[in-house]
């Protein structure tokens, strides 16, 4: 009967342990906060597109020590919803990220993937882009291969790179 004691005991505090410590791990994963950029395009391998402008929606996420997470998206007008994502980090004072892109044209002509590296200064959030994609035609079953790159400007509210461990902290004290 002892044994089984014992063992009951030390299963449950097994259970627990494991719990506290996922608990810990998922707190070190915070969300930062939403906001826009203005981007423009400098140079492009189709210069009809130099000069112009849209607007990212995106959120940062806060992975954990130096890493980062990004969802965002652009809305052209007249056309389907450009969806972004991926991963990066902080070197020095320069939050760098590399984000898959796609894109369903709402004529359904086109469906568009690329790959874009995104460099961030940290105190303004603003930066530069480079994006290279591979699209395809759905009619003809072309592809089309494309580059832009250029500059973006934070419009929306600031998001602080920093996140406080305070809480987690307090968790930890004996």
């Not at 020590?65 to 007249?78: I, K, L, R, S, W």
């Not at 568009?112 to 303004?124: C, E, I, Y």
Request: charged share 15%.
């Amino acid at each position: 009967m002892k044994s089984k004691n014992l063992l009951q005991i030390v299963s449950f505090m097994l259970i627990l342990g494991l719990g506290f410590s996922n608990a810990l791990a998922g707190s070190a994963v915070t969300y930062l906060g939403k906001t826009t950029w203005t981007a423009k395009i400098t140079q492009a391998s189709d210069s009809k597109n130099i000069g112009g402008t849209f607007t990212v929606v995106g959120g940062i996420t806060k992975v954990g020590d130096e890493f980062y997470a990004f969802q965002g998206y652009v809305t052209p007008d007249n056309d389907g919803p450009f969806v972004m994502s991926g991963s990066g980090f902080l070197m020095g004072t320069t939050l760098l990220f590399t984000l898959s892109e796609s894109q369903e044209h709402t004529d359904n002509s086109w469906r568009d993937s690329g790959v874009m590296r995104v460099s961030l200064d940290q105190s303004t959030l603003n930066g530069t882009f480079y994006d290279i994609g591979l699209d395809y035609r759905t009619d003809t079953k072309v592809f089309d291969q494309r580059f832009s790159a250029g500059t973006l400007t934070r419009t929306g509210g600031y998001i602080s790179l920093i996140s406080s461990t305070a809480a987690t902290d307090l968790l930890l004290q004996d």
